[in-house]
């Protein structure tokens, strides 16, 4: 979760939005002070060969999307959007988690929906899991779609690296060491290069790719994957479009279709000149070097002659922005705590979201018998 300037303003390094919905952002997060801003209630796709776009939307929390989205998807894949709703729950979002499921690629054939509203559900969760593969399970998924249903998607007016800076303001009596690569750690010690430091208890919260480094048996079945993803950004006196919400590809994964979707941030937040920024986002092989005059053509077939007026800023790159947690596994968190005396925490213990990260931390902190602490900052 990491933010970048430009000029002054922040700019996210990947494609961020902190759910509402997630209880611990509840019990952690004091999101008011955040001056966080919500995305609309739904999604817009595009289809780049014809210039059709197709709006869905959440009807249950604004009525106003109810026609677009049937006209969009149909009857049928509306009620089949309404039963998934309603089968969500805002008192307990991990519960599909717990339950066998297949892959979200095959749960979303299993659920017919048309061809086309499973393209447009494919490309959303590849953006959600950043998997073009779709391997991660379809409980997963049903977790998300209940996170967007029962509460909002923000962004903070700060970048969401106001997140995890608002937590590192309530740590008291600590010392964080920056630049001090570890190389080794056991139960009750850490090296840093040369040096091994002795502490009572040691907690490992890294990603996973590090951790199956430092801890090879933590891997087990569930060896990383990277999951990774870029942002190409660009500039414009006025933005393609006005409204807070993400433009899918429908042609994503075809030929010359590289970009997954596009969002503006300064729709949000503005900019202080008055300035718009232009992110299109790429998953999986396609955001390794991203090819700066592929993505410009792309968004001319998208948005036509006035992208020729845009200016590049700059491109973001995130190498192993998720976990992989393996498809057959049906429980809501990996079952060890401590491997080799060793406490690991981090969604690839649980889930790969900003809930199971800090499921993963309370759970720690229960096992090492430390009180909850309540309230916020």
């Known amino acids: 979760m990491a933010t970048t300037h430009v000029n002054g303003h922040p700019l996210d390094e990947g494609f961020h939005v902190l759910h509402t919905a997630y209880p611990t952002v509840q019990r ?16 817009v796709t595009l289809n780049p060969k014809t210039g059709r776009k197709r709006l869905l939307g959440d009807a249950l929390r604004s009525p106003k999307y ?27 979002l991990e519960r599909p988690l717990g339950q066998k499921s297949p892959s979200i690629a095959v749960g979303l ?3 017919r929906f048309a061809p086309s509203t499973q393209r447009v559900l494919s490309t959303l969760f ?21 996170a967007m249903s029962h509460g909002k998607m923000v962004v903070p007016s700060g970048g969401i690296a106001a ?40 907690v490992l919260a890294v990603p996973q790719h590090v951790a199956a480094a430092l801890l090879p048996s933590s891997a087990s079945d569930h060896l990383p994957i990277e999951r990774r993803t870029s942002t190409v950004v660009f500039e414009a006196s006025r933005p393609p479009f006005k409204q807070p919400r993400l433009l899918l590809n429908e042609s994503w994964g075809e030929p010359n279709n590289d970009v997954l979707h596009v969002h503006v941030p300064t729709n949000l937040h503005p900019h202080p ?20 005059r592929a993505v410009q053509d792309e968004l001319k077939a998208w948005f036509g002659d006035q ?70 900052a």
Not at 66 to 82: A, I, K, M, N, Q
Not at 274 to 281: C, F, R
Not at 325 to 344: A, F, K, S
């Open 28 to 43: 952690w997060i004091n999101v008011a002070s955040l001056n966080a801003k919500a995305m609309d209630n739904c999604t």
């Open 66 to 92: 109810l026609l677009p989205t049937l006209r969009s998807v149909g009857v049928g894949d509306g009620l089949r959007f309404l039963k998934w709703r309603l089968g969500t729950t805002a008192k307990d």
């Open 109 to 111: 054939q299993q659920r």
């Open 126 to 146: 590849a953006g959600i899991t950043l998997d073009p593969s779709l391997s991660e399970r379809l409980s997963f998924a049903d977790f998300t779609w209940g």
């Open 163 to 202: 997140v995890p800076q608002q937590l590192a303001r309530r740590l008291k009596n600590a010392h964080i060491h920056l630049n001090a690569p570890v190389t080794e750690v056991g139960a009750t010690s850490v090296a840093v290069g040369e040096v091994q430091h002795t502490f009572d208890r040691v």
């Open 273 to 292: 000149e008055g300035k718009h920024w232009i992110v299109a986002t790429l998953v999986g092989p396609a955001a390794d070097n991203p090819d700066l």
């Open 307 to 376: 992208a020729n007026g845009w200016s590049y800023v700059t491109t973001t790159t995130v190498r192993h922005a998720l976990p992989h947690i393996h498809p057959d596994h049906h429980e809501r968190t990996l079952p060890d705590i401590e491997i080799e005396g060793v406490v690991l925490v981090g969604d690839h213990r649980t889930h790969p979201s900003v809930q199971g990260a800090l499921v993963s931390a309370e759970r720690a902190l229960e096992h090492m018998g430390i009180p909850l602490p309540g309230g916020v």
